[in-house]
């Protein structure tokens, strides 16, 4: 199940059933990082990838994870846009890296990327507001992102969408989040006005979405897992006041089913071609199951601190 190839082959095939510019691709972060040509490649890789899968918008988390400067390059090298309403300049940051106008940094507010954008799809205009991952500096290394602060921000967030409405009137306002399912659903308790939230983070494959009501109506929150296993497809009806109804499928990207994207395949084996004798070198044999996600333990995370007390010293290591 996954991978780009076989998702750009249903990306294609979806967006073909929808009228020229009446769709949006959306990404929620942990793209531009996680391998090994990412690390090397400080993230040029999947910025590259997410291009050529076409992507309009994304916010993120692990995206943070290169040196600043590097972070702002790759977002100038996306074709498309990343939003991000809670990460901001500190205040006691200088904000001057020599970069030109690669920052979309706005000195009267402070954001580092624009915290929203108006997209036109056709005669009806949507409004999606970017949240990137509200401890950042706190799960990953803080020190590659020094001047840089995030936070949940609920009550900023209130008076964007509030003045979003206000200012723009959409047909329709949009969170594009990495939360974690638990905090959107918490966040759309506490915040009115958001018609989606459309979020990742916890990886969470959420078949039918939940429908949270608060002050003003009604949100729909989801997630659409994670590592390209699904396609996330949200259809918006319209009425006379907005949002009136909406259909909601979660699309497995089952590689035995969708052939690989032709394009797609070949940007990936010229991305791996100068480094797949490291790609290829084999580093051990496992004699039993490894893998990451579990309530309690997973065995690839006591690999991991196992390995942080051995190399580090630690007397105690945590996943």
Known sequence: VGGFAHLATLVKKMRAEYAQGRSLLIDSGDTWQGSGTAYWT????????TNLL???????????????KEVLENVAAF???????????????IFDYELGDLSPYNEDTGHVFKPYVMRELGDLRVAVIGQSFPYTP????????????????????????????????????????HNGMDVDLKLAHVVSGIDAILGGHTHD????????????????????????????VLDLEFGNGG????????????SKLLP???????????????????????LATA?????????????????????????????????
């Open 42 to 49: 400080r993230g040029r890789d999947m910025v590259d990838a």
């Open 54 to 68: 076409g992507v309009d918008l994304m916010t993120g988390h692990w995206e943070f994870t290169y040196l600043q």
């Open 79 to 93: 074709k498309g846009e990343l939003v991000s309403q809670n990460c901001r300049v500190k205040e006691t940051a």
């Open 138 to 177: 706190i799960a990953n290394p803080g020190r590659f992102i020094p001047d840089w602060t995030f936070g949940i921000r609920a009550g900023e967030l209130q008076s964007l969408v509030d003045t979003v409405r206000e200012k723009e009137r959409p047909d329709a306002v949009v969170l594009l989040s």
């Open 205 to 232: 494959g959420v078949p039918v979405p939940v429908i949270v009501d608060n002050a003003a109506g009604r949100t729909v929150v989801t997630n659409a897992g994670s590592n390209g296993k699904f396609l996330g």
């Open 243 to 254: 949002v009136s109804d909406f259909r909601y499928r979660l699309l497995p990207v089952f």
């Open 260 to 282: 690989a994207d032709a394009d797609m395949n070949a940007y990936i084996e010229g991305v791996r071609e100068p480094w797949r004798q490291a790609l290829e070198e084999p």
């Open 287 to 319: 004699d039993l199951l490894l893998f990451r996600r579990g309530n309690f333990n997973g065995t690839f995370d006591q690999v991991i601190c196992d390995a942080q007390r051995a190399v580090g010293d630690a007397q105690i290591a945590l996943s």
